[in-house]
């Protein structure tokens, strides 16, 4: 059994599956989570064919830049059809310097079942300096708790809210976790007003 835990892109359908609304995040929970005023410009980490970059773009008239590593997940996007305001843009989220985003020039980045595909190794760093001050990240990622097998990736390949949480703290100043009901929690960690204070560039 290969231990890789990247997004196998012939899978690719199953991310446009309505009943991930039902099953995993809804409209609804994605628009609490993102708590936008409404002109916000966003970053997603992970998009793979657009399924809930598309649900950001319609809670925001700023831009969402839509990050993705592999060319053959945003080509699945790119026939279906962008939204005016999403920028795809191909890149690894664990190594962010390599994108066109300028210092502080994201309100807030969410990452949908992604954390666990880079086995946690998101360039946090880089991602406070992208994020405005006050900027937000949510990340939203699946259960590590028996219940929760029957969906998603094995049970190594699994982080736990907790383990998200105590990654993201040294580089926020506010952290909160919570379950998303049976399958998968969302965690949530706010920047301080000072840009990169807490999270020097490398
Ligand atoms: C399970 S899919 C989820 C896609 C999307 N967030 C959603 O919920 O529909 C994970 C996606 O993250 C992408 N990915 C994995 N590691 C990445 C990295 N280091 N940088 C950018 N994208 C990555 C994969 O190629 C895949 O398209």
């Given at each position: ?64 830049y839509a990050v993705e590593l592999q060319a053959e997940m945003s080509k699945h996007y790119l026939r279906r059809g ?121």
């Amino acid at each position: 059994m290969t231990d890789s835990a990247t997004f196998r892109p012939d899978h690719a359908q199953g991310l446009n599956d309505p009943r991930r609304l039902e099953t995993q995040v809804s409209e609804a929970e994605l628009a609490r989570l993102l708590a936008l005023r409404g002109d916000e410009d966003l970053l997603d980490l992970g998009s793979g064919t657009g399924f809930y970059t598309d649900r950001m773009a319609g809670l925001t008239t700023g831009t969402v830049y839509a990050v993705e590593l592999q060319a053959e997940m945003s080509k699945h996007y790119l026939r279906r059809g962008l939204p005016t305001n999403v920028r795809l843009l191909q890149g690894d989220f664990t190594a962010l310097a390599g994108l066109s985003l300028g210092p502080a020039s994201v309100d807030v980045a969410c990452s949908i079942l992604t954390w666990h595909e880079a086995r946690g190794g998101m360039d946090l760093p880089g991602l406070t300096h992208i994020l405005r001050p006050r900027g937000r990240l949510v990340v939203i990622d699946w259960r590590k708790t028996p219940d929760s097998w029957a969906s998603g990736p094995p049970e190594r390949l699994r982080f736990s809210k907790e383990e998200v949480a105590a990654a993201l703290l040294p580089h926020f100043t506010q952290v909160d976790s919570e379950d998303l009901g049976r399958f998968l929690f969302a965690v949530t960690a706010r920047r301080g007003e000072t840009p990169s204070a807490l999270s020097p560039r490398r």
